[in-house]
């Protein structure tokens, strides 16, 4: 899909910027450079993710903040921006940031979309008109001192994810508790295992739930040990990691009126050209949510397995009946939360190779595919969210258990001859095993035929929930 240049409203103001004069819209807080960034990036029709605009407001009120108390910056024009920077931060003027995510390496335009939106609304606040012919705050030497979009992308990367961190760990918790409630409603529910999608053991399925839910805990530990290392920061460093332009103390000031207003414990990262030169805290999370998703797929996926049929297929969990299945097939219904939750993460692992591959690319002092690093981490965050929680609510929570199907297919399981190894040996087993599959006779009847074990004994070794507890059945070892 092509998207043709935004067209200019009739009624226009003239701003100007390094390169000359440029048309933006009349009523507009942005000013030439983000009019330049529109113009020369109609690419997506998207716009920058709420996370991304909260992050370098966050970061702009912090630095006329610190600038202020440091005597750099004219308290009258610092507390404007603050002002300014607090009402983006609350939610005003988001219609303001424009600029497409697929845009001039680094994120400047990003950058300068922030910069020129506080500087107009803090001239606003100040009492002059947009149109103004001279502003005392200027988005590069007041809203932009001591900074470079070299330090505040990355930056405002790390506080974006920072920002939505808790509302993807308590959607990650939710479908956890979920599991484990499901866990020990179906914990007397005797069902054959299956290994390779064959037959094997038995195992209840509270266990196989219980599984689920421990592996989705398992990945929100990884999920929270990969967020804290976006913590450490190198705000400061300015264009290069040298600190050029910014005072002594900057750096440091910055840390701790950042983690005040975000109320993160936020660090130091130790070496400010790493920090830009460095994408791979961000690859490192990312890849966090890819894990997270590899073991959603697969517990979505048995899900569908599981819940296959319901006459033809396995039929053990019944899913809620959510919708009807198809156009065509009256009475169908789909496992639709299963196949969202699936889609949802291969997108997610799409993002996640996307950041990994802009990761890679950053040369030398700086690493310019940031803008799409931004983009795809706020993306995945924002899918996993809502997906989850979907899933969490409208199908896990309302999984039955089918128990006469779990129970008819494990009185067919010739496997559970495995008990009896121990006792009659592998070999025996094995032969076993065959003539029950071929003829259709039970175990038990084998058994006693060939004369291996006595019925009594044969009924105490098979006893299927005892199976399902370990040990060793007929010897030693707690059996």
């Not at 330049?36 to 709420?50: K, L």
Request: net charge negative; glycine share 8%; hydrophobic share 45%.
């Amino acid at each position: 899909m092509s998207y043709a240049m935004p067209e200019m409203p009739e009624s226009y103001r003239i701003e100007r910027d390094s390169l000359g004069e440029v048309r933006v819209p009349a009523d507009a807080l942005y000013a030439a450079q983000t009019q330049r960034a529109v113009e020369n990036f109609p690419i997506s029709g998207m716009r920058p993710y709420p996370a991304f605009v909260w992050s370098m407001a966050v970061i702009k009120r912090a630095a006329a903040e610190v600038n202020r108390d440091l005597g750099l910056l004219d308290p009258k024009l610092a507390d404007a921006i603050v002002q300014a920077a607090q009402e983006v931060i609350e939610g005003q003027h988001r219609d303001q940031f424009v600029v497409d995510p697929f845009q001039a390496g680094a994120g400047t335009s990003h950058n300068m979309n922030v910069n020129e939106v506080l500087a107009n609304r803090a001239n606003q606040i100040l009492g002059l008109p947009l149109d103004a012919p001279k502003k005392p705050v200027n988005p590069n030497d007041h809203v932009n001192m001591a900074q470079s979009t070299n330090d505040t992308i990355p930056t405002a990367i790390r506080l974006g994810v920072l920002w939505r961190l808790d509302e993807l760990l308590a959607a990650i918790d939710g479908l956890a508790d979920a599991l484990e409630a499901k866990a020990l409603e179906f914990d007397d529910v005797l069902k054959s295992g299956r290994t390779h999608l064959q037959d094997a053991v038995p195992v209840r399925l509270g266990q196989e739930f219980g599984g689920y839910a421990q592996a989705v805990r398992n990945d929100r530990e990884r999920v929270a040990t990969a967020a804290d290392r976006l913590r450490r920061l190198g705000i400061g460093g300015t264009a290069t990691g040298t600190g050029l332009n910014a005072h002594p103390e900057y750096h440091a000031r910055m840390l701790a009126r950042l983690s005040a207003l975000t109320g993160q414990p936020l660090r130091s990262s130790g070496n400010l050209f790493e920090s830009m030169q460095s994408q791979a805290d961000a690859a490192d999370f990312s890849g966090s949510l890819r894990t997270l998703c590899v073991t959603l797929v697969r517990i979505a996926n048995d899900f569908r397995l599981l819940s296959s049929g319901p006459a033809t297929g396995l039929d053990e969990i019944r899913l809620p009946a959510l919708q009807p299945g198809s156009s065509i097939m009256p009475g169908k219904v789909n496992p639709v939360l299963a196949e969202m939750l699936d889609m949802a993460c291969f997108h997610v692992q799409g993002c996640d190779l996307a950041i990994s591959l802009a990761a890679q690319a950053g040369q030398l002092e700086l690493n310019v595919m940031m803008p799409i690093i931004a983009h795809n981490l706020f993306e995945e965050m924002h899918v996993l969210i809502g997906a989850i929680n979907a899933f969490t609510t409208r199908c896990v929570a309302g999984i039955s258990a089918n128990r006469e199907k779990a129970r008819g297919w494990l009185a067919r399981n010739a496997i559970l001859v495995t008990a009896l190894n121990p006792v009659i040996g592998y070999l025996n087993g094995a032969a076993v095993a065959k003539e029950a599959m071929a003829t259709g006779k039970t175990i038990k009847e084998v058994v006693v035929e060939k004369g291996l074990l006595p019925p009594e004994q044969v009924d105490a070794l098979l006893d299927v929930y005892s199976l399902t507890e370990g040990g060793i059945k007929g010897g030693g070892g707690g059996g």
